[in-house]
């Protein structure tokens, strides 16, 4: 195999991972933030898909090295059967809300395009996402990849092309670079954004994926090459990733609205139906309805990794994996409330399991045995480490807020 062809053969895995960065959590969050605060949070998008950026690469790295997932190694040196579970319980609570938020995500957009009842489209969603999940479960992991792909383009087109209706002011984009909150809402939605980007999930699924692509097709490359590869790889998704999430966060700083009660995916569907006509309002819900289902097959996958990782050696049916989460998201749905608020929401809530992946992340990739020739060196430790901490203090500060 040549050179080039062989590079080309060993992309996939963070984009795969990177469609957690393109859910409908991430819509909601973005939109959200745009529509009622403008540019203001751009600066807080910006830095979480950097910091995406190291989180991915860092996976990537452990799953090269260790030719094991995330949840695997914590299965193995997490020695009390308790204590496994307790680590196994939030992980999944964490996959059960990222999934809560794609089934939610096809369902919202399924009601855009045909008017569907939001339980109809749920399962409609959990129906033909198992069916795209079939795919991996019968050993064709590239055909499976490249229906990822074609629905990231499916994705990023529909809402991108959402935005060409109007003219984002400049100097009012800049000016969203300077960190800045102005109240405790604007606060929570930068939480938000924080964990609708950097997705406890992606981590678990991105170092499984790189050790199966990466162990199984990397012999004979050197470490300096891999690394490189993988930093084009992960560079790719989280430019992917970025780009469509600034361009809803404009999108909604552009639409803009009073009343911060209404729905905001159904306002701005509204608003781009008004300026840019029907083609432009489907190709919006299109990329709505692309990304919950690319996102939720991905994210069942996560929960077959965290459960074979942490409580057995073998997975469960591909069926029961799907009615695990695709019951919390009817039981919500039947509750009546707002899908944009419950999206937003379930992103705060992915925010508080960011710790418990990063923290072993970056301890693993930081030891020597572990790692070998690709271990961290003391400043992408040291870096990663505040990142956690960061992140951590934020959570605990909403936490203070909400019972304050």
Known sequence: MSPKRRFVTLLGPAVVAGVAYLDPGNVATNLTAGTHYGYLLLWVLVLANLVAWLVQFLAAKLGLASNKSLSRIMGERIKSPFGRFLYWLQAQL??????????IGGAVALNLLFGWPLIAGCIATAVVSTGILYLRVRGNGRAFEYFI??????????FISAITSWTPMATDFFAGLTPRLVNEESAVLALGILGATIMPHAVYVHSALSRDRL???????????????????????????????????????????????DDVISTVYAEVLGAGGATFAVLFALALLASGLASTSVGTYAGEVIFDGLLVKRSLPLVVRRLITLIPALGVLSLGLGATDVLVLSQVFLSFGIPFALFPLIRLTSDKALMGKLVNNAITSGIGYLVASGLTALNLWTVYQFWA
């Open 215 to 261: 162990g199984a097709l990397a012999t004979g490359l050197d470490n300096q090459r891999l690394v490189r590869i993988i930093k084009w790889d992960v560079s790719l998704a989280m430019f992917i990733a970025g780009t469509v999430n600034i361009a809803l966060l404009v999108l909604g700083a552009v639409i803009g609205i009073s009343n911060h009660g």
């Open 149 to 158: 792909f074609s629905l990231i383009v499916l994705t990023s087109f529909g």
């Open 94 to 103: 964490v996959a059960i809300a990222t999934d809560l938020a794609e089934l």
